[in-house]
């Protein structure tokens, strides 16, 4: 089930593999949902298929995007997901993941979580 999440400028730049600057130009332009908080600072709202993660997953998963660790492939839909440590690859896409957690048969993993958010942005801009 879809619902809506906000994501920061950065978060959005990192899953586009732009420049913060070209994410808040984006923004400014309307071709991100976006409204400045009261801070001044974009607030994208994006609506993903996020509902069945917790905010631990979430919180992982945006964590995972902002450092770099998840890369597109060549296939569509499918992503390669960085270990925290950097020694391991995982292939994820939205329906599973290669990681420990996926092998065990547990269908929500942060990588999963960070491959939706990734995706959301994408639909968005």
Do not use: N
């Not at 995007?65 to 020694?87: H, K, M």
């Not at 993941?97 to 993993?109: D, F, Q």
């Amino acid at each position: 089930m879809a619902s809506s999440i906000q994501v920061t400028t950065r978060e959005a730049a990192a899953a586009h593999g732009v420049s913060l600057r070209t994410a808040q130009r984006w923004c400014a332009t309307g071709k991100l949902a976006a409204a400045k908080d009261t801070a001044g600072r974009w607030v994208i709202t994006l609506t993903a298929d996020v509902a069945d993660f917790k905010a631990a997953q979430l919180d992982r998963a945006r964590e995972l995007i902002e450092q770099g660790g998840i890369l597109p492939t060549r296939r569509p839909g499918i992503y390669t997901a960085v270990s925290s440590d950097g020694s391991a690859r995982y292939l994820v896409h939205r329906c599973g993941c290669s990681c420990p957690s996926g092998a065990r048969g547990k269908h929500l993993c942060y990588h999963r979580a960070a491959v939706a958010l990734v995706q959301a942005v994408g639909r968005a801009a």
